[in-house]
């Protein structure tokens, strides 16, 4: 097992019917600013219960925030917080709201250009202070309730912010507060978990036990109950299960001591800027290809993942490894996600661009062992048809 830190400063606060428990977690004189999306949760009511908990504090709202957080958008709450005087966020939503006000809160107190968090071209002395956010969860998928992560678009790519400022000081997790997703979403939240756990597992063994049963066990979970919350959308032990799944799954534990892939993600941010393909359905084509292109690699792991997640135990060690490859496809498929570049029309004469986007991003040299450099992730995509 490799040395590493750990540090999760995130309350949890879990259950059904909780919200009117919101006023305990901010502090009493705040000024807040509540942060949503496109008008689901206006839609479902969740926004009337925060309301409601909030009534005797001060708050204003800024709605609008896109899947795939757009910079400019943003930048538009920065405005509104500092005309208002606004000191605290709570976002309301899946991972593009919560990313986003991870955003709001790190632009609001940054004195130099704000483009600058982006490329993390700040220096560390102008990066002191974060405004700070809580958030109610309303999709399981991206752990951002309990990460210090944030993914923001600008102009044709995407930007992985990450700074420590930004772990929320609590996140709500109702899973009820889910039942109104649309199956698509639900499939994108059990795909995204799935590969983030890959991500953290699926490298080479450091005989680091718990983070690789834990993982294991997600995963597991997530087959188990991966369809059956799509299709029982309002049983609430199934997606209970998912939501504290998704929430485990990138939150720094199963990633702890171990090493680490990133390239299913990188080489999927650019797929969405590019195309606009939901997050999840980009991990769900790219990581099959991936787990070919880097089978030699992987090999050791891809046996015990086999055997452990997917009770493949007999044959030989290619046929395990190939065959836990198959299931991770059928899998996906069996959310009805589309897992080859043709399902979404993208054509080998796109790939010049994707290539051109890591290359700018300096993704050069990704996955576990730094191998990964543009010509891989370029064979990468060919084997993504
Ligand atoms: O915008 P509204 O109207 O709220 O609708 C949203 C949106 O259209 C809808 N939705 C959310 N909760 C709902 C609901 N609809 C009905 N009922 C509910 N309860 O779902 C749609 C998608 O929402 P979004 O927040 O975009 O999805 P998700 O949570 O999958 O977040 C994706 C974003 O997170 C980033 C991705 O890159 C992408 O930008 N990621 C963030 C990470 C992190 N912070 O650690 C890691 C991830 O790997 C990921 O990259
Ligand atoms: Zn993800």
Redesign the pocket.
Known sequence: MNNFNFHNPTQIIFGRDRLNELVNYIPSKAKVLIT?????????G?LQKVRNALSNNYFREFGG?????RFETLMKAVELIKKENIDFLLAV???????GT?FISLAAKYNGDPEEILYHSFKPADLKEAMPFGTVV???????EM?A?????YKES?Y?VICPLTFPRFSFLDPA??????KT?VA??VI?TF??VMEQYLTFPVDARFQDRTAEGILQTLVEIGRKTMDNPTDYVLRANLVWNSTMA?NGLIGAGVPQDWTT?MI??EL?AFFGI???KT?AVILPALLQVRYEQKKEKLIQYAERVWKIENGTDEFKADQAIRKTREFFESLDVKTRLTDYNISSSDFDKIIQGLKEKHLTELSETREVTLEVSRHILENAF
């Open positions: 949503y999306g496109g008008g689901s949760v206006e839609k479902n969740t925030i896109e899947p795939n957080p939503g899946g991972g593009s709201v919560m990313d991870k309303t999709l399981p998928a991206t752990g951002s990460n992560a944030a993914v923001i678009s995407k992985a507060l889910t039942f109104t997703l649309p979403q994108n939240g995204d590969v983030h990138l993600h999927g941010h969405t939901d997050h999840a991990l």
